[in-house]
């Protein structure tokens, strides 16, 4: 049986930690928090009905699942390491420099960071070509996307080892090619976010009634076709070029004419007013539920085709 | 049986055409192109794979549709006018302050308008509390948004009337508070594709890679979110705060570092190639079909909740 070492138990490395288990690996979490016993027990009830919903066993995989009490513990006999730690260079750079002491020469390091690289958080390591990033779309267990994002050291079989290993457990890895700040989902989330935080703070439309638009139009769009397809398409029998032809001047004026928005103290407090105001009727384990039940059953129907 | 003026029969004009008709309106379609009978005899075969999608009846309505021969014989016994003519606004004013002549009191007019808006393409209009901007999510037969935008003379009882019709035809109507350029949909739409636009140009990842990273991260979410509720569940128990307080900085960095796009023709023509490479393999009409047919299955489920 293979094993993985977790290393940091937030929501993303409890979540990883299921989906290692549930596909059949042993795995061994470090998270140095005194209350991970407790965390855990309480994560497992949690997590059932979307177990249920992927068909994934609900019980059994506890089983295979260690709460190391130290890093080494962890580690030492770990072929993967999937680090979800807080995103602080020098605490990665130690932490990874301490992780190799440990570990067989073959063993691969893959960090859940969504905003570090891999050519700094390796700096201080004996052997950085075995380090990248697997940045996953928040919850793991549930989307299908990882971000797999080399560094300047990162040697190819790593990065095919990365690759191959996430795609076993059903995920999609999508190789990026240089280390941009953000990688590419949250760079294009966060495009998008800067302008619907913007038309809702200045009025143009309420906050309900903009995740309903984007849900009847580009959401539902792109997650069939993805944004380039859906352009291609749009341009109808010459495809992107009309579209980008007919409409490029249209963009360029919406480019120029883009809210800026500054996330400040008070800019956050009234957006999340608002957000009480639109989504306060149900708690958040009720609409993360709703929202993972039909992501699934989406991801089943795009399964088919 | 009520009747409705089609004007104008591109893509969207046609689109709406058939919606009217397979919802029981008795439509006039008014286009001066000299071949419009071959136009629409050609489309109505192209449409009945959609139509059979939607489980609407692929045939009959065609029944309920003419062709008019004169822009006066189209509109002049229509309650409703849905006008889908290209984007100059003199030409606009022009056909709004010329359809006037021949209506009703109380005719509607709704416009497809994605950029001009009421308050400029009813300044000729007599009556203009009338007009008003009923924008679709192209096509508009598929995606349920409309964006109903009044201008500064739109008067409430015309608001109201756009909103009960289009969601008389099973659509999702919106209320733009604001007559900004561009509306909701397109700017939010447009915001992110500078940004897809700029990753692939500069070779952060392949277009093909790109789709497929949207479809399995904000695609798949905002489909069933929207961003703004999307937002608030990242943030666990203290929703959207949280959200904002934790990634803020993160957010307002890749703000800084979002590449410009300028959509000269050497950009187009390179975006266009690649996009020939990814997705050349299959006839814009097959990738149409696919998507329709998942985007329709998609809705449906959503509908199920």
């Known amino acids: 049986m293979k094993r993985i070492a977790v290393v940091g138990a937030g929501t993303i490395g409890l979540s990883w ?7 059949g690996f042993r795995v061994f979490i470090y998270d140095p928090r005194n209350d991970l016993k407790e965390v855990f027990e309480e994560y497992v009830q949690s997590i059932k009905p979307t177990l249920e919903l992927l068909e994934l066993p609900t019980e059994e995989w506890v ?7 130290s890093l080494e513990e962890a580690v030492k006999d770990a072929q993967i ?3 979800n730690g807080p995103e602080n260079l020098a605490w990665k750079q130690q932490l990874y420099a301490e992780m190799e002491q440990f570990v067989a020469p073959d063993t691969l390091f893959l960090s859940s960071s969504s905003t570090l690289g891999a050519s700094d958080i390796a700096e201080k390591m004996q052997m950085p070509g075995r380090m990248l990033i697997g940045h996953p779309f928040n919850p793991p267990l549930v ?5 797999v994002v080399p560094g300047k050291s990162t040697s190819q079989d790593s990065v095919e080892s990365a690759m191959t290993f996430y795609a076993s457990l059903g995920k999609k890895p999508r190789l990026i090619q240089k280390e941009v700040f953000g990688f590419v989902a949250n760079r294009l ?7 619907a935080m913007h038309l809702v703070d200045s009025g143009v439309v309420s906050m309900n ?4 638009i984007v849900k009847d139009s580009i959401g539902l769009r792109w997650a069939v076709t993805g944004p380039m397809l859906g352009m291609h398409l749009g341009g109808g029998q010459s495809g992107m070029e009309a579209f980008l032809r007919h409409l490029g001047t249209t963009m360029e004026r919406t480019w120029r004419e883009q809210g800026d928005v500054v996330l400040d103290d008070e800019t956050i407090k009234r957006l999340a007013e608002k957000s009480l105001g ?5 708690t958040i384990a009720e609409h993360g539920r709703a929202r993972d039940e039909l992501q699934i059953e989406f991801l089943t129907k795009r399964r088919e085709k």
Do not use: N
Request: glycine share 2%; no cysteine; net charge negative.
């Open 209 to 212: 009634d903009l995740d309903e």
């Open 81 to 83: 390491i999937q680090e």
């Open 189 to 195: 989330q966060f495009a998008m976010l800067q302008e």
């Open 278 to 282: 639109a989504y306060g009727h149900r």
């Open 143 to 147: 989307m299908p996307l990882v971000e």
């Open 63 to 69: 089983q295979h699942i260690t709460l190391s009490t």
């Open 17 to 23: 930690a299921t989906l290692f288990a549930t596909k």
